[in-house]
């Protein structure tokens, strides 16, 4: 009898595509883009990553600190100001347009994900 092979849950495909990307953000920034701390680094979300559309976003995530990311919410307003500073003007509702749209990730999406954000290929 044959076994059948084992799926991965979409859950535990996204915390490790989560683990990745965070990293991968993490060593693009290498500080904290609202207070420049290089302190306790993790990946802000400008929009929050509950928004599948912008889950992975290079855009709408970046490096912050805790401090700026947990205790400060994510100090919105200078995240907001880096944003256009970086981006340009209509980064705002560019990413509030994107946060509109419908994302459901699919296994196959989540596994390329990790794998291109997977840091020494």
């Known amino acids: ?42 990946c802000g979300h400008y929009i929050s990553r509950s928004i599948n559309s912008l889950r ?17 919410r994510g100090a919105m307003d200078e995240y907001a100001r880096f ?3 970086k981006f340009g003007p209509d980064i705002l509702e560019d990413l509030a347009k994107e946060k509109l749209k419908f994302k459901q990730f699919k296994i196959a999406e989540l596994e390329e994900i990790t794998k ?6």
Not at 56 to 72: A, G, L, M, R
Not at 116 to 121: A, D, G, V
Request: with cysteine.
């Open 1 to 42: 009898m044959l076994k059948k092979k084992k799926t991965v849950s979409i859950s535990k495909l996204k915390k490790k595509a989560d683990q990745v990307f965070s990293l991968w953000i993490r060593n693009r920034d290498k500080q904290c883009v609202t207070c420049g701390s290089k302190q306790n680094l993790q």
């Open 56 to 72: 992975y976003s290079e855009i709408n995530c970046h490096t912050q600190c805790v401090s700026c990311n947990v205790f400060k």
């Open 83 to 85: 944003l256009i500073r």
């Open 116 to 121: 291109k954000y997977q840091i020494n290929n």
